[in-house]
């Protein structure tokens, strides 16, 4: 079971980044699929999710109307579309997978499986 994350990078302040991840070893149908971040010295923090079967996604009120969060089941991809970035959304993102359902979405800990993460860098 593999999650592996890629596109992140140097932007500066207004630009925009696709992020993308690799399911591999499970069948992405079955599992919600959320993005998280993580700053230096700060928690790590719910940045989106997209539900396994409802089409329902969810987004950090940080990020709402910036941030798109997308997957295709069939090529097993995740993607995260982030649009008019600010010097704020400098962090390592993070793709994770979870099977179970009823929690938070924003909490880590239900999540089963994480990719390595990739940073993310806006400059000012």
């Known amino acids: 079971v593999q999650l592996v994350e890629f596109g992140g990078g140097l932007v500066q302040a207004g630009g925009s980044l696709r992020l993308s991840c690799a399911a591999s070893?499970?069948?992405?149908?079955?599992?919600?699929i959320a993005w998280f971040r993580q700053a230096p010295g700060k928690e790590r923090e719910g940045v989106s999710f997209?539900?396994?079967?409802?089409?329902?996604?969810y987004y950090a009120d940080s990020v709402k109307g910036r941030f798109t969060i997308s997957r295709d089941n069939a090529k097993n991809m995740v993607y995260l579309q982030m649009n008019s970035l600010k010097p704020e959304d400098t962090a390592v993102y993070y793709c994770?997978?979870?099977?179970?359902?009823?929690?938070?979405?924003?909490?880590?800990?239900?999540?089963?499986?994480w990719g390595q993460g990739t940073q993310v860098t806006v400059s000012s």
């Open positions: 997209s539900g396994r079967s409802d089409g329902s996604t």
């Open positions: 070893g499970f069948t992405l149908d079955d599992y919600a």
């Open positions: 994770a997978a979870r099977f179970s359902s009823g929690s938070t979405w924003g909490d880590p800990r239900p999540y089963d499986y």
